[in-house]
Protein backbone atom coordinates (compact mmCIF):
# COMPACT_ATOMS: atom_id res chain seq x y z
CA UNK A 1 0.00 0.00 0.00
CA UNK A 2 2.86 2.85 0.84
CA UNK A 3 4.47 1.41 -2.45
CA UNK A 4 1.10 2.82 -4.34
CA UNK A 5 0.70 5.77 -2.18
CA UNK A 6 4.26 6.59 -3.04
CA UNK A 7 3.95 5.67 -6.42
CA UNK A 8 0.91 8.34 -7.08
CA UNK A 9 2.36 10.70 -4.61
CA UNK A 10 5.35 10.48 -7.56
CA UNK A 11 2.65 10.37 -10.24
CA UNK A 12 1.42 13.76 -9.13
CA UNK A 13 4.90 15.49 -8.48
CA UNK A 14 5.27 14.63 -12.14
CA UNK A 15 1.75 16.34 -13.27
CA UNK A 16 2.76 19.58 -10.95
CA UNK A 17 6.06 20.01 -12.72
CA UNK A 18 4.23 19.53 -16.17
CA UNK A 19 1.59 22.04 -15.25
CA UNK A 20 2.79 25.62 -15.74
CA UNK A 21 3.62 24.20 -19.18
CA UNK A 22 0.18 22.34 -19.60
CA UNK A 23 -1.57 25.34 -18.27
CA UNK A 24 0.53 27.86 -20.86
CA UNK A 25 0.58 25.75 -23.92
CA UNK A 26 -3.57 25.26 -23.62
CA UNK A 27 -3.89 29.14 -22.69
CA UNK A 28 -1.81 30.03 -26.14
CA UNK A 29 -1.33 27.32 -28.29
CA UNK A 30 -4.61 24.81 -28.12
CA UNK A 31 -7.24 27.36 -27.60
CA UNK A 32 -6.07 29.99 -30.01
CA UNK A 33 -5.56 27.46 -32.50
CA UNK A 34 -9.38 25.95 -31.75
CA UNK A 35 -10.69 29.18 -32.08
CA UNK A 36 -9.48 30.39 -35.36
CA UNK A 37 -10.42 26.72 -36.85
CA UNK A 38 -14.23 27.83 -35.44
CA UNK A 39 -13.76 31.27 -36.88
CA UNK A 40 -12.58 30.42 -40.28
CA UNK A 41 -16.02 28.46 -40.67
CA UNK A 42 -17.53 31.95 -39.90
CA UNK A 43 -18.17 35.60 -40.38
CA UNK A 44 -16.99 37.73 -38.07
CA UNK A 45 -16.33 41.46 -38.24
CA UNK A 46 -15.58 42.22 -34.06
CA UNK A 47 -18.84 43.95 -33.56
CA UNK A 48 -22.00 41.14 -34.88
CA UNK A 49 -21.76 37.47 -33.66
CA UNK A 50 -20.00 35.29 -35.90
CA UNK A 51 -22.56 33.70 -37.90
CA UNK A 52 -21.66 30.07 -40.07
CA UNK A 53 -20.64 30.26 -43.38
CA UNK A 54 -18.77 26.98 -44.01
CA UNK A 55 -16.95 27.19 -46.60
CA UNK A 56 -17.03 30.13 -47.49
CA UNK A 57 -14.29 31.86 -46.58
CA UNK A 58 -12.05 29.07 -48.00
CA UNK A 59 -13.49 28.95 -51.63
CA UNK A 60 -13.65 33.01 -51.82
CA UNK A 61 -9.40 32.57 -50.70
CA UNK A 62 -8.80 30.94 -54.41
CA UNK A 63 -11.17 32.44 -56.35
CA UNK A 64 -12.62 35.63 -55.17
CA UNK A 65 -8.98 37.38 -54.09
CA UNK A 66 -6.72 38.11 -57.16
CA UNK A 67 -4.26 39.15 -54.58
CA UNK A 68 -3.71 35.92 -53.26
CA UNK A 69 -3.23 33.88 -56.02
CA UNK A 70 -1.21 36.55 -58.57
CA UNK A 71 0.92 37.56 -55.70
CA UNK A 72 0.45 35.83 -52.26
CA UNK A 73 1.05 32.34 -53.49
CA UNK A 74 4.35 32.83 -56.25
CA UNK A 75 5.92 35.58 -53.90
CA UNK A 76 5.80 33.01 -50.84
CA UNK A 77 6.69 29.55 -53.30
CA UNK A 78 9.55 31.84 -54.99
CA UNK A 79 11.13 33.30 -51.66
CA UNK A 80 10.91 29.57 -49.96
CA UNK A 81 12.29 27.75 -52.97
CA UNK A 82 15.08 29.57 -52.82
CA UNK A 83 15.96 30.93 -49.38
CA UNK A 84 15.08 27.31 -47.94
CA UNK A 85 17.46 25.29 -49.87
CA UNK A 86 20.18 27.87 -49.88
CA UNK A 87 19.91 28.23 -45.92
CA UNK A 88 20.10 24.65 -45.36
CA UNK A 89 23.29 24.53 -47.70
CA UNK A 90 24.70 27.23 -45.92
CA UNK A 91 23.91 25.82 -42.79
CA UNK A 92 25.98 22.59 -43.54
CA UNK A 93 28.78 24.63 -45.41
CA UNK A 94 29.50 27.05 -42.44
CA UNK A 95 29.46 24.15 -39.47
CA UNK A 96 31.92 22.20 -41.86
CA UNK A 97 34.00 24.97 -42.23
CA UNK A 98 34.21 26.31 -38.71
CA UNK A 99 34.60 22.48 -36.98
CA UNK A 100 38.08 22.61 -39.32
CA UNK A 101 39.49 25.77 -37.29
CA UNK A 102 40.88 25.55 -33.55
CA UNK A 103 38.49 25.09 -30.63
CA UNK A 104 38.95 28.51 -29.02
CA UNK A 105 38.10 30.38 -32.25
CA UNK A 106 35.48 27.98 -32.97
CA UNK A 107 33.41 29.19 -30.21
CA UNK A 108 33.80 32.93 -30.55
CA UNK A 109 33.18 32.85 -34.28
CA UNK A 110 29.82 30.04 -33.08
CA UNK A 111 28.55 32.92 -31.18
CA UNK A 112 29.45 35.72 -33.92
CA UNK A 113 27.42 33.42 -36.79
CA UNK A 114 25.16 32.69 -34.02
CA UNK A 115 23.93 36.53 -33.09
CA UNK A 116 21.90 37.35 -35.67
CA UNK A 117 19.11 34.54 -34.45
CA UNK A 118 19.14 36.01 -31.20
CA UNK A 119 18.94 39.85 -31.77
CA UNK A 120 15.64 41.38 -32.84
CA UNK A 121 13.96 41.72 -35.99
CA UNK A 122 12.86 45.22 -35.93
CA UNK A 123 16.35 45.92 -35.01
CA UNK A 124 18.19 44.07 -37.61
CA UNK A 125 15.58 45.03 -40.65
CA UNK A 126 16.60 49.05 -39.45
CA UNK A 127 20.45 48.16 -39.91
CA UNK A 128 19.80 46.50 -43.42
CA UNK A 129 17.62 49.32 -44.39
CA UNK A 130 20.67 51.80 -43.70
CA UNK A 131 22.98 48.97 -45.56
CA UNK A 132 20.21 48.42 -48.30
CA UNK A 133 19.02 53.02 -48.95
CA UNK A 134 18.08 53.99 -52.47
CA UNK A 135 20.89 56.77 -52.69
CA UNK A 136 24.48 57.78 -51.75
CA UNK A 137 24.46 57.38 -48.71
CA UNK A 138 23.29 53.99 -48.43
CA UNK A 139 26.76 51.82 -47.82
CA UNK A 140 26.11 49.50 -50.23
CA UNK A 141 25.07 52.03 -53.12
CA UNK A 142 28.45 53.73 -51.67
CA UNK A 143 30.34 51.26 -52.13
CA UNK A 144 29.53 50.31 -55.49
CA UNK A 145 29.50 53.88 -56.99
CA UNK A 146 33.36 53.91 -54.94
CA UNK A 147 34.10 50.87 -57.00
CA UNK A 148 32.30 51.96 -60.45
CA UNK A 149 30.46 48.60 -60.58
CA UNK A 150 26.73 51.26 -61.14
CA UNK A 151 26.60 54.50 -61.98
CA UNK A 152 23.96 56.02 -60.27
CA UNK A 153 22.39 54.64 -56.96
CA UNK A 154 20.52 51.37 -57.01
CA UNK A 155 16.84 51.54 -55.48
CA UNK A 156 17.20 47.96 -53.55
CA UNK A 157 14.29 48.03 -51.89
CA UNK A 158 11.71 50.28 -53.75
CA UNK A 159 12.83 48.26 -56.65
CA UNK A 160 9.95 45.02 -57.47
CA UNK A 161 13.20 44.15 -59.09
CA UNK A 162 15.91 43.63 -55.94
CA UNK A 163 13.40 43.45 -52.91
CA UNK A 164 13.55 39.56 -53.74
CA UNK A 165 16.99 39.15 -53.10
CA UNK A 166 17.05 41.53 -51.02
CA UNK A 167 14.82 39.73 -48.38
CA UNK A 168 16.25 36.28 -49.34
CA UNK A 169 19.93 38.11 -48.29
CA UNK A 170 18.18 39.46 -44.94
CA UNK A 171 16.50 36.10 -44.40
CA UNK A 172 19.22 33.36 -44.52
CA UNK A 173 21.97 36.25 -42.49
CA UNK A 174 19.06 36.09 -39.28
CA UNK A 175 17.75 32.80 -39.80
CA UNK A 176 20.97 30.60 -40.18
CA UNK A 177 22.14 29.98 -36.45
CA UNK A 178 19.81 27.44 -35.15
CA UNK A 179 20.27 25.31 -38.12
CA UNK A 180 24.10 25.86 -38.50
CA UNK A 181 24.07 24.59 -34.39
CA UNK A 182 22.09 21.85 -34.88
CA UNK A 183 24.85 20.69 -37.90
CA UNK A 184 28.04 21.38 -36.34
CA UNK A 185 26.74 19.67 -32.79
CA UNK A 186 26.27 16.45 -35.54
CA UNK A 187 30.12 17.23 -36.93
CA UNK A 188 31.73 17.25 -33.72
CA UNK A 189 30.37 14.49 -32.56
CA UNK A 190 31.63 12.02 -35.12
CA UNK A 191 34.85 9.89 -33.97
CA UNK A 192 37.73 11.90 -34.98
CA UNK A 193 39.67 7.74 -35.87
CA UNK A 194 37.38 7.35 -38.69
CA UNK A 195 39.40 10.60 -40.13
CA UNK A 196 42.53 9.59 -38.97
CA UNK A 197 41.96 6.05 -40.62
CA UNK A 198 40.97 8.09 -43.96
CA UNK A 199 43.66 10.41 -44.26
CA UNK A 200 46.10 7.45 -43.94
CA UNK A 201 44.26 6.12 -46.91
CA UNK A 202 45.11 9.53 -48.47
CA UNK A 203 41.73 11.18 -48.86
CA UNK A 204 41.26 14.69 -48.84
CA UNK A 205 39.21 17.36 -47.06
CA UNK A 206 36.02 17.09 -49.93
CA UNK A 207 36.65 12.98 -49.47
CA UNK A 208 36.64 13.15 -45.87
CA UNK A 209 33.46 15.72 -45.81
CA UNK A 210 31.40 13.27 -48.37
CA UNK A 211 32.39 10.26 -47.33
CA UNK A 212 32.36 10.70 -43.54
CA UNK A 213 30.78 14.03 -42.45
CA UNK A 214 27.65 13.65 -44.59
CA UNK A 215 26.90 10.25 -43.99
CA UNK A 216 27.66 10.83 -39.94
CA UNK A 217 25.23 13.59 -39.64
CA UNK A 218 22.12 11.77 -41.95
CA UNK A 219 20.24 11.96 -39.14
CA UNK A 220 20.63 15.60 -38.47
CA UNK A 221 20.44 16.12 -42.13
CA UNK A 222 16.88 14.24 -42.61
CA UNK A 223 15.63 16.18 -39.19
CA UNK A 224 16.69 19.64 -40.65
CA UNK A 225 15.33 18.71 -44.14
CA UNK A 226 12.28 17.70 -42.78
CA UNK A 227 11.38 20.31 -40.67
CA UNK A 228 12.08 22.95 -43.33
CA UNK A 229 10.05 21.64 -45.84
CA UNK A 230 7.07 21.77 -43.14
CA UNK A 231 7.91 25.28 -42.48
CA UNK A 232 8.38 26.16 -46.37
CA UNK A 233 5.05 28.91 -46.69
CA UNK A 234 7.08 30.99 -43.25
CA UNK A 235 8.94 33.66 -44.40
CA UNK A 236 9.46 35.36 -41.65
CA UNK A 237 7.01 38.52 -40.75
CA UNK A 238 9.02 41.33 -39.40
CA UNK A 239 11.87 41.84 -41.57
CA UNK A 240 9.70 41.23 -44.76
CA UNK A 241 6.70 43.96 -43.43
CA UNK A 242 8.96 46.66 -42.51
CA UNK A 243 10.36 46.52 -45.64
CA UNK A 244 7.09 46.70 -47.65
CA UNK A 245 6.16 49.95 -48.73
CA UNK A 246 3.62 51.02 -52.04
CA UNK A 247 6.25 50.89 -54.46
CA UNK A 248 7.50 47.17 -53.37
CA UNK A 249 4.42 45.96 -52.14
CA UNK A 250 3.82 43.29 -55.22
CA UNK A 251 6.80 41.60 -54.54
CA UNK A 252 6.62 41.85 -50.81
CA UNK A 253 3.19 40.37 -49.73
CA UNK A 254 4.10 36.59 -49.20
CA UNK A 255 1.19 34.66 -46.58
CA UNK A 256 2.04 36.50 -43.38
CA UNK A 257 1.76 39.85 -44.20
CA UNK A 258 -1.10 38.75 -46.52
CA UNK A 259 -2.61 37.44 -42.91
CA UNK A 260 -1.79 40.57 -40.63
CA UNK A 261 -3.34 42.97 -43.67
CA UNK A 262 -6.53 41.24 -43.90
CA UNK A 263 -6.95 40.52 -40.63
CA UNK A 264 -5.59 43.47 -38.78
CA UNK A 265 -5.74 45.94 -40.89
CA UNK A 266 -8.46 45.32 -42.75
CA UNK A 267 -10.82 43.91 -40.37
CA UNK A 268 -11.48 40.79 -42.11
CA UNK A 269 -10.67 38.10 -39.16
CA UNK A 270 -12.67 34.95 -40.68
CA UNK A 271 -10.57 35.46 -43.88
CA UNK A 272 -7.32 35.60 -42.75
CA UNK A 273 -8.08 32.96 -40.06
CA UNK A 274 -8.81 30.87 -43.05
CA UNK A 275 -5.63 31.94 -45.01
CA UNK A 276 -3.69 31.15 -41.89
CA UNK A 277 -5.75 27.47 -41.36
CA UNK A 278 -5.00 26.82 -45.11
CA UNK A 279 -1.06 27.50 -44.42
CA UNK A 280 -1.14 25.90 -41.63
CA UNK A 281 -2.64 22.60 -42.80
CA UNK A 282 -0.32 22.94 -46.39
CA UNK A 283 2.87 22.77 -43.71
CA UNK A 284 1.39 20.03 -41.65
CA UNK A 285 0.81 17.78 -44.90
CA UNK A 286 4.37 18.38 -46.08
CA UNK A 287 5.89 17.26 -42.68
CA UNK A 288 3.81 13.97 -42.91
CA UNK A 289 4.91 13.85 -46.33
CA UNK A 290 8.57 14.05 -46.08
CA UNK A 291 8.81 12.43 -42.82
CA UNK A 292 6.82 9.11 -44.95
CA UNK A 293 9.45 9.34 -47.68
CA UNK A 294 12.12 9.86 -44.77
CA UNK A 295 11.29 6.78 -42.98
CA UNK A 296 10.83 4.75 -46.56
CA UNK A 297 14.48 5.48 -46.86
CA UNK A 298 15.52 3.90 -43.89
CA UNK A 299 15.50 7.04 -41.98
CA UNK A 300 13.61 6.91 -38.21
CA UNK A 301 11.51 10.72 -39.15
CA UNK A 302 10.31 13.00 -36.19
CA UNK A 303 8.22 11.05 -34.70
Same mark, same amino acid.
Not at 227 to 250: H, K, P
Not at 276 to 281: D, N
Given at each position: ?????????? @?? /??????????????????????????????????????????????????????????????????? /???????????????????????????????? #?????????????????????????????? /???????????????????????????????? /??????????? @??????????????? #????????????????????????????? #????????????????????????????????????????????????????? #??????????????????????
Amino acid at each position: MSKKNEQKRE @AW /SAYLFLAPYLILFLVFIVIPVGLAIMLSFTDFDSVNFPTWVGLKNYISLFTSDAVFMQYVVPNTLKF /SLIAGPLGYILSFLMAWMLAQVPKRSRTVLAL #VLYSPSMTSGVAMTVIWKVLFNGDQTGYLN /SLLLSWGLIREPVQWLQSTEWLMPVMIVVTLW /SSMGVGFLSML @AGILNINQELYEAAR #VDGAGRWRLMWHITLPAIRGTIVMMFILR #VGGILNTGYEQIFLMRNDLNVARAEVFDTYIYMRGIRQGQYSFSAAAGMFKSV #VGMILVIISDRVAKACGESGIY
